[in-house]
């Protein structure tokens, strides 16, 4: 435990060196920082000091091998973290950039740039031993699979196994490739070779994953209960988003370098890390409300965050909660080296986290971030209150060095009396006194803090790259992208519109629409973006290091919106929403039209660039057919008029649009020439006579309801034998009738069984077109189902869901359901989906994945559609939907959903999700909020409350949530607690209850906050309370209505407020629990006499 090998800080008086050794200490409390010194010391000497304190403080334990730096300083301390080595090799080189004023140094520039670089070199000779895990991390981003994060110091080998250690740390990669950026780009030479450059590639890959990755995090425990398990924290997103914005279109050669040594990002990943990061602040993860682990992420070094109020809302949290007067505490309940936890075991018990509440050791480092940060923002009050606040915090060794302690922590004797009344304790340093540890980060960090307070080095100095720039410069800082966007994101897009064919060029001319064809942009190619996700394959590959390049991954629209210079041409890719899908949703030119407005809204909104987007827009003959015409001609008339959805959009030829766009060189296709390079496919032209006319026709109109009927019923043929239902599918002309034959005669023969057409899979695949054609949606998606179909893009929609804090669930509503908490692989969704959805009704399983897809759109772009909503439970969103639609149709039967077009159910969830309109009936409000799964604001922080005053917890469904361990794990804030609240309704079957049980618990609550002196006693049951409240209604019903028919539908459709409302029925039921058990006195209680 922390208090074993920590002592008292003695009288405060510098030894000898001499007494230093016999007593075994090698500091003393620091009353004068520094040794005493001229009033008027010169630049030499003042660097002299400092040159002594890091010699002294940190370089003197750096591995003369390997050059990492140990986490203790004794000599049986074998283990070097990278976290902590970065920084030390941070301090040096500040050092160094300060000696660069002197002209004669005497070789100390030199000698303290190449301790740097030695500890740079010495962490990527490591990772490069590691290069098996690289490939296999790229693959899948698993703990198990990871670059490990602490190494042997004098060796560089493995030390600690999977099982041992939480080696996924992606903040520490991503520090790493931070500070390469940061110190190449002042001249130091770090990167030697071409597998150098390819292992860094491979790196950025495993970066860019970064939003959808949970791991460890800074304090290398995952989640606040240690126990082994994973979150996704905002400080690893935090440091992935700056390092992948850094490292983007640099050179690792710096001003030596050529083509082959610069590094891609892909910018749509970095975009998401974007979005990730500010979706999950001021939150660190879904158990850390907050942590101090975020001020390296939101200031020095990485200022990943480009809204000033997200940063300040998120700072701002972290002193209010975080600070005392000994520093910083990590985070809430940490119980890391404090009297009470238990140094043998790796893993917290179940609730034991409550011990540490008031008690967690408080850390000097995180005020020397708040004085660093002060520098950088020219914040004079903040660094003097954060000096202030460290100066009596430091130590001083024998040699007259400051010396940062650790923590501190309460001594297990002080402990009671500290929870009794927090911060009446004196708190006592870890690392002081007789076993002389040194905490080498702290020392590191605190030398860069003083270089720049005493004006040795000035920001721009350690921050060559420009992460942190001040709001008056922001608009003249030019850089291939930067952290801060223009204040006023006003993005014109370019747009060129290309016909897939010369006459289709002609037909859309006749409508005054100007388009050109392939043949007319050339030499200028046009490709799909899978032909650039070929290129891009090439990507970082090294044999030697079994390295295989980027992963096949997808390019975003604004991947897409750049020129490319591939092999000596100039490429352009059209937008993946103009890919040829096999997943039906593509056939519905109203979603594409949807799509393409989408695309250029989130084009505006994420483009950071100084050049302007070019986005394509291709248009096939296949989407003027029919009564797809007259939409399109609209959406193409916008465009001339130079707005599309909001968005300004200039069209005009492609060769003109091309000088104010970013143009990217894709040389590394041209670095091994005995590798054979992939044929890359342009976009052909449909060669079709010229005179031949565009047949706008040949596709029908929606079809009628009776169309998507089957003319079969299919229990009456689901035992018929196989020849008679052969027999019945060459006889029969109706698509839906054929579909369901097919259907039984899959599950019964296979998919390769023949039949008259071919096999049942390729007969099915081809109704599966026709019914496409005649928007035969019901029997489309019948057969997509059958087959197996997967949308493209269901992996990513989920993980937009994620990010945003909530879970998802699949399933058929009445049902199980899989709940997804952290981000899954499409083949694993799919699996998913099919095996709940597909017992029940086979349409169900393609419905949820295009829910999903418009979903993961919606979220991201307008996230206060699903506030209040913390599960996003898909089938019963399905529900809400099909219930919309009873009440759209009044007395008259209802549309069927799955007859309805891609189009049309993607505006209908928008309606659903839209709150709730006025003029509706309350049964009606309590359906639709209860299938969303929505609660008012402050529901859970109320059930937490409630909990503090029912010892034996509550009770709904059958599922019961205690009142310990809950309240001893978790703190009120935290999205955990909520989850589990969530988790505790889960079994309520009718969305109209749910809801009910929702106004109950708002209803406790209430009575709990009026009536401090009342508690439940036994466990509360609030189907019970929920029961009650029925049985009064209906008395007060029959009272006054003696013809009243006793029915639960009455309660739902009446008001909550007003008399006679719901919630006066509850409160009775409530207040009648309560009065049961003993009343509570308390000591200021008025009705007491004595």
Not at 17 to 29: K, L
Not at 92 to 116: F, M, Q
Not at 136 to 150: A, E, G, I
Not at 202 to 225: H, I, Q, T
Request: hydrophobic share 35%; charged share 25%.
């Amino acid at each position: 435990m922390a208090s074993s090998g920590d002592v008292m800080p003695k009288p405060s008086r510098t030894l000898s060196r001499a007494e230093a050794e016999m007593s075994g200490s090698v500091y003393e409390p620091l009353k004068i920082i520094d040794l005493p010194r001229a009033d008027h010391e010169n630049l030499w000497d003042k660097l002299d000091r400092y040159y002594r304190a890091v010699k002294s403080t940190v370089l003197s334990y750096q591995s003369p091998t390997t050059g990492l730096f140990p986490i203790k300083i004794h000599s049986d301390c074998h283990e070097a973290k990278v976290r902590d080595s970065l920084y030390c090799a941070a301090s040096a080189w500040a050092l160094a950039l300060a000696y660069r004023r002197i002209d004669d140094d005497k070789g100390r520039t030199h000698e303290l740039e190449h301790c740097a670089i030695k500890c740079m070199r010495g962490i990527l000779y490591c990772y490069m031993r590691q290069a098996d895990k690289v490939e296999q991390f790229k693959q899948d981003p698993s703990p198990s699979k990871c670059l490990h994060s602490v190494f042997n110091v004098n060796t560089g080998d493995e030390i600690c196994g999977y099982n041992a250690y939480g080696h996924l740390q992606i903040d520490a990669v991503s520090l790493f490739l931070l500070y390469l950026v940061e110190m190449i780009s002042s001249g130091l030479q770090i990167i030697y070779n071409t597998d150098e450059v390819s292992f860094i590639q491979n790196l950025v890959f495993c970066v860019e994953r970064a939003y959808r990755v949970p791991d460890f995090g800074m304090w290398e425990r995952g989640s606040k209960y240690n126990n082994g398990s994973t979150e996704l924290h905002s400080s690893s997103v935090g440091l992935a988003k700056a390092a992948l914005e850094a490292i983007n279109g640099f050179n690792l050669f710096g001003n030596q370098g050529c083509s082959w040594s610069v590094i891609f990002v892909d910018f749509d990943a970095h975009n998401r890390n974007r979005q990730t990061l500010c979706s999950l602040l001021p939150r660190e993860s879904r158990s850390h409300n907050t942590d101090a682990a975020l001020l390296p992420c939101i200031s020095y070094p990485a200022f990943a965050v480009d809204d000033d109020a997200l940063f300040s809302q998120t700072l701002d949290k972290i002193v209010r909660k975080l600070k005392g007067k000994y520093g910083f505490k990590r985070y809430l309940r940490d119980g890391y080296r404090t009297s009470l936890e238990d140094p043998k075991r790796r893993y917290y018990k179940p609730a034991e986290i409550k011990l540490f509440d008031g008690i967690e050791c408080e850390f000097p480092l995180f005020s020397i971030f708040m004085i660093i940060d002060g520098v950088f923002r020219g914040n004079s009050e903040q660094v003097k209150e954060y000096q202030e606040h460290l100066t009596p915090l430091l130590f001083q060794s024998f040699e007259g060095h400051a010396v940062i302690p650790k923590y501190y922590y309460v001594p297990a004797d002080f402990i009671e009396a500290e929870k009794k009344n927090p911060g009446s304790q004196k708190r006592f340093p870890s690392n002081c006194g007789r076993d002389g540890k040194m905490f080498l980060w702290g020392q590191a960090l605190y030398i860069i803090a003083k270089l720049l307070v005493d004006g040795l080095i000035s920001p721009k100095d350690i921050d060559p790259v420009h992460r942190y720039i001040p709001p008056e410069d922001q608009r003249n800082v030019s850089m291939r992208y930067s952290n801060q966007g223009p204040l006023e994101n006003d993005v014109v897009v370019h747009v060129a519109l290309i016909a897939e064919s010369q006459r289709l060029q002609v037909f859309l001319n006749t409508y005054g629409i100007q388009t050109q064809t392939p043949q007319q942009v050339e030499p200028i190619q046009i490709w799909p973006q899978q032909e650039l996700v070929k290129a891009y394959l090439h990507l970082g590959i090294n044999d030697k290091l079994g390295l295989s390049g980027r992963p096949n991954r997808p390019i975003g629209c604004l991947g897409t919106s750049k020129i490319y210079r591939i092999l000596g041409k100039t490429v352009v890719c059209y937008p993946i929403v103009f890919d040829l899908s096999d997943f039906y949703m593509s056939q519905d030119v109203m979603l594409l039209i949807d799509d393409i407005k989408n695309a250029l809204q989130f084009i505006k909104q994420y483009w950071k660039m100084h050049g302007r987007p070019l986005f394509l827009v291709l248009i096939r003959e296949d989407n003027i057919r029919g009564s797809r015409f007259n939409p399109v001609l609209d959406m193409l008339a916008s465009f001339k008029k130079g707005t599309v959805g909001g968005v300004k959009v200039h069209v005009d030829r492609l060769q003109t649009l091309i000088s104010g766009a970013i143009v990217e060189q894709l040389d590394f296709l041209r670095l091994n020439e005995n590798e054979e390079l992939p044929e890359f496919k342009s976009f052909e032209e449909l060669e079709l006579p010229k005179h031949s006319k565009v047949k706008r026709q040949s596709s029908t109109p929606n079809a009628s309801e009776l169309e998507q009927q089957p003319e079969i019923n299919v229990n009456e043929w689901r035992h018929a034998p196989t020849h008679e239902i052969l027999q019945k599918l060459k006889d029969c002309d109706c698509l839906a009738s054929q579909a369901i034959l097919l259907g039984i005669l899959l599950k019964r023969e296979g998919p390769h069984f023949l039949t008259r057409d071919g096999t049942v899979s390729d007969h099915l695949e081809r109704i599966y077109r026709r019914a496409g054609s005649k928007k035969l949606w019901s029997v489309v998606r019948y057969a997509a189902s059958l087959l197996g179909k997967l949308v493209d893009s269901l992996a990513p929609s989920i993980t937009n869901v994620l990010v945003q804090g909530k879970q998802v669930t699949l399933g058929v509503f009445g049902h199980g359901e899989e709940v997804i908490s952290n981000p899954l692989s499409p083949g694993v969704i799919k699996d998913i989906i099919y095996k709940k959805c597909s017992s029940h009704d086979e349409r169900e399983a393609v419905l949820q994945q295009e829910l999903v897809i418009h979903i993961g759109w919606i979220i991201s772009n307008n996230p206060e559609l699903f506030s209040g909503m913390l599960k996003t439970r898909i089938g019963w969103i399905l529900h809400a939907m099909k219930h919309e639609l009873k009440i759209h149709a009044g007395d008259m039967p209802s549309r069927d959903l799955y007859q309805m077009s891609p189009s049309e159910v993607k505006q209908l969830l928008l309606d659903v999700l839209q709150p709730q309109q006025q003029g509706r009936s309350w049964l009606n409000r309590r359906q639709i909020d209860g299938a969303l799964n929505r609660t008012p604001t402050g529901f859970y922080d109320r059930v937490w409350q409630i909990l503090e005053r029912t010892p034996n917890g509550l009770m709904v469904a059958g599922k019961h949530l205690p009142q310990q361990p809950t309240l001893s794990d978790m703190t009120m804030y935290e999205m955990n607690f909520s989850l589990l609240v969530e988790d505790t309704l889960q079994n309520i079957v009718q969305p109209e209850y749910r809801q009910i049980i929702v106004e109950l618990l708002m209803v406790v609550s209430i009575v709990l906050e009026r009536n401090p002196e009342l508690e439940f006693q036994d466990k509360v049951d609030l189907d019970k309370l929920v029961k009650q409240a029925f049985t009064d209604f209906h008395k007060d019903r029959h009272l006054m209505d003696s013809t009243y028919k006793q029915d639960d539908v009455f309660f739902y459709n009446t008001p909550p407020l007003g008399k006679r409302g719901t919630c006066s029925y509850l409160t009775k039921a409530v207040m009648n629990e309560l009065l049961e058990g003993d009343v509570k006195p308390s000591t200021d209680d008025p009705c007491t006499v004595s």
